[in-house]
C-alpha cells in the first residue's frame, strides 16, 4: 500500500489526496502556458473515458494567448485537475494582473492545490529539494524548485539528485524533450515556445505529445534544458523512453 506524501502543515493545507478509479487511465500534463489550441488537440488525442483522470503540472496560464480558454477547459471538466504554478501563483498574490483576468480566475488560482498526490507519485510544479524531507519544503519552494544548490537553469537541477521515495511529476523547467528518471517525471516541453505539449500516460508508462501549431513567445537556448542523462534510457531504472505521436 503506498504511503501519501507527509508535508508541513502549511503545505498539507494545500494537498490534494486522489482517489484514482481502478479501470481509468490517468494522465500528466505539462505546462500549458494559455495554449488552448494545443491543449485541444492534446484531449483529442487522449480521447477520455468517463473514469479517466488528467493531471497538470501548473502553470496553465500567462505567455500564451488564451489564458481564460485553458482555465474554461480545466473547470469545466471533473475529470481535470491541475495543482498551482508559480504563474498562477504570481496572480494571486497580486504581482500580475493581466488583462484577460476575470473576477473568478484569482479565486481558482488560490484554490488550486499546490500538491497532488495517488499512488506514489507526487505532481508539483516546480520541484523538490533531494537534500530535504518533504516536510521541510515551503510553498514557494513547491513552486519554483529548479535547482536548489546551482544556479538556475545553470543547474544542477534537483532531479539529479533525487532518489525518491515518491516519483514526482514536475513542469517549471524547460526541456526540449521529456525527463524520464525512476523517482522524477518533467514534462514542460515548451509548448508556448514551440516545443511540443507533453502527458505522460501513468498506466502504460509512455509519453503522449502533440506538436505545435505555433510559437508564441520566444525563448533563449540557453534556458532550454537538454536532458541528455534522460535522452534514452535512464542510467537507474533502464527505463527507455517512449514517445507516441498526437492528432
Known amino acids: 500500500m503506498s504511503t501519501p506524501p507527509q508535508f508541513s502543515d502549511d503545505v498539507e493545507a494545500h494537498h490534494e489526496r486522489l482517489d484514482l478509479p481502478a479501470d481509468g487511465d490517468v494522465y500528466i500534463v505539462g505546462d500549458v502556458h494559455g495554449s488552448r489550441a494545443a491543449l485541444e488537440r492534446l484531449l483529442a488525442a487522449l480521447d477520455l473515458g468517463e473514469d479517466d483522470r488528467v493531471v497538470f503540472v501548473g502553470d496553465l ?4 494567448p488564451d489564458s481564460p480558454g485553458v482555465v474554461d477547459l480545466v473547470r469545466s471538466d471533473e475529470r481535470l485537475v491541475s495543482v498551482r504554478g508559480n504563474n498562477e501563483q504570481k496572480v494571486v498574490r497580486g504581482d500580475k494582473d493581466p488583462d484577460w483576468l476575470r473576477e473568478s480566475d484569482r479565486e481558482y488560482f488560490a484554490s488550486m492545490p499546490v500538491a497532488i498526490s495517488f499512488d506514489d507519485a ?16 515551503g510553498i514557494e519552494e513547491l513552486l519554483t ?10 543547474g544542477p537541477f534537483w532531479y539529479e539528485d533525487y532518489d525518491g521515495p515518491h516519483r514526482v511529476f514536475f513542469g517549471h523547467t ?3 524533450r521529456p525527463v524520464e528518471r525512476e523517482h522524477a ?3 514542460d516541453t515548451g509548448c508556448v515556445y514551440g516545443g511540443t505539449l507533453t502527458a505522460y500516460d501513468y498506466r502504460r508508462d509512455r509519453f503522449v505529445t502533440v506538436e ?5 513567445e520566444g525563448r533563449s537556448d ?3 534544458v537538454d536532458p541528455v542523462e534522460a535522452a534514452t534510457t535512464d542510467p537507474v531504472s533502464g527505463r527507455g523512453v517512449g514517445v507516441t505521436g498526437g492528432n
Do not use: C, N, S
Open 61 to 64: 496560464v500567462r505567455k500564451g
Open 122 to 137: 507526487l505532481v508539483v510544479h516546480g520541484g523538490v529539494d533531494p537534500e530535504r524531507p518533504l516536510d521541510e519544503h
Open 145 to 154: 524548485m529548479r535547482a536548489p544548490q546551482g544556479d538556475g537553469y545553470d
Open 174 to 176: 524547460v526541456h526540449d
Open 185 to 187: 517525471v518533467g514534462l
Open 212 to 216: 505545435p501549431t505555433a510559437t508564441h
Open 222 to 224: 540557453a534556458k532550454i
